[in-house]
């Protein structure tokens, strides 16, 4: 009887002490909100997370500052192919900057690239943020290039991407949310062209819901602070198999008069697999035109018409999704930027009228 006491005694002890305890399995859970990671789109190109799947207040990886965090550098692997000789390296980085930005001396953060054989490219800067005092715009879409230091070089293998911010003064830590790396522009030897349409069907799509207003404290538009999840989302089918080198897409929104959605909208364009494009307030100002089609009533129909490819002056080999292959669902997340109670809403209203669906064109 006495044996069965401290035996009970025991099992409530070993009870209350796992309970008064966090299980590793939550804590880590817990500590890491991270995306997955992304599928290779092609041996020649590979974006470090998926996209889509940016959850809400993920984790914030942190650019090492100075020399005493992380050995002075952070390091991110990807798994190339496609047996070809390289001849042009580029990597693309959705950055962050500090919580504060204390002066127009912005953080010196600098990128490196590592070949599997060991070749490597210089320390070089990153220049992710442009303008002064209250007008600093952030370019979530930076690109670094190499563009003959690895010639020679097999694209097959671990390829590594270094960063860090060498100054410690004091300046604050960026943070990274995605990466991007493209061997050989990322187009693969026998590449095929071609060019399809796919539009969001009256049906199913979301031609009435009001576009969430959503706002990070670090930039406003951040998505790995709001989450994939949130956002309208429209999906895009593409059946056809070949090489992406540009895409227009062509959507309308309804406001009230006195609103203006090329300031107040924000949206990213994501590959099957995971890439991403997001635009600056001005490209999305330059997209739009406005109508009222019935000439009556306080509504407001802003058409939007976005056209980007390589053949263009203002992306040429930058163009974001050069090389993506083209089947897959292609999505669109769209919301509202700024938290002003000025309603903005998907519509299937241009200026002729309704039953226009949204539409993306590959090409």
Same mark, same amino acid.
């Given at each position: ?8 005694? &025991? ?29 290779? &789109? ?28 992380? %050995? ?14 390289? %001849? ?91 990466? *991007?790396?493209?061997? %050989? ?12 349409? +796919? *539009? ?51 959507? %309308?929104?309804? +406001? ?20 991403? =494009? ?8 330059? &997209? ?13 129909? +802003? ?22 292959? +083209?089947?897959?669902? =292609? ?33």
């Amino acid at each position: 009887m006495k044996r069965d006491r401290l035996t009970l005694l &025991a099992l409530i002890s070993t009870f209350l002490l796992v309970s008064a305890c966090e299980l590793p399995w939550e804590n880590e859970k817990e500590k890491k909100r991270l995306p997955d990671r992304a599928p290779g &789109a092609n041996g020649l190109l590979r974006h470090y997370y998926d996209t889509l799947t940016f959850p809400s207040r993920m984790t914030a990886i942190k650019i090492p500052e100075g020399e005493k965090f992380d %050995n002075g550098k952070i390091e991110f692997k990807f798994p190339m192919g496609n047996g070809e000789i390289v %001849n042009d390296v580029r990597v693309r980085l959705y950055m962050l900057p500090p919580a504060e930005v204390k002066s127009d001396n912005f953080p010196d953060v600098q990128a490196k690239v590592i070949a599997p054989d060991g070749t490597s490219s210089k320390w070089t800067g990153v220049s992710f943020m442009t303008g002064s005092g209250t007008s600093i715009t952030i370019d979530l879409n930076a690109e670094v290039h190499w563009p003959t230091q690895f010639d020679g070089v097999s694209t097959d293998g671990t390829w590594k991407l270094q960063l860090r911010d060498p100054k410690r003064d004091e300046d604050g830590r960026c943070i990274l949310r995605n990466a *991007t790396l493209r061997l %050989n522009l990322g187009i693969p030897a026998g590449a095929t062209f071609s060019t399809e349409t +796919s *539009t969001v069907p009256l049906v199913d799509g979301p031609y009435t819901e009001k576009l969430p207003e959503l706002n990070a404290p670090r930039v406003p538009f951040d998505l790995g602070h709001i989450g994939a999840g949130k956002p309208v989302r429209l999906s895009f089918q593409f059946t056809n198999s070949f090489t992406v080198t540009g895409l227009r897409f062509t959507w %309308n929104i309804r +406001s009230k008069l006195d609103a203006d959605a090329s300031q107040d909208m924000f949206f990213y364009i994501i590959s099957p697999s995971g890439g991403w =494009w997001c635009p600056s307030v001005t490209e999305i100002a330059a &997209a739009s035109s406005f109508t009222d089609p019935s000439g009556t009533n306080d509504d407001k129909y +802003s058409n939007f018409v976005l056209s980007m490819s390589q053949a263009d002056v203002g992306h040429g080999d930058r163009f974001a999704f050069l090389g993506e292959p +083209s089947a897959g669902t =292609w999505t669109v997340l769209l919301f509202d930027y700024k938290k002003d109670g000025v309603g903005l809403y998907m519509t299937d209203v241009d200026g002729s009228g309704p039953g226009v669906e949204a539409e993306l064109i590959l090409s």
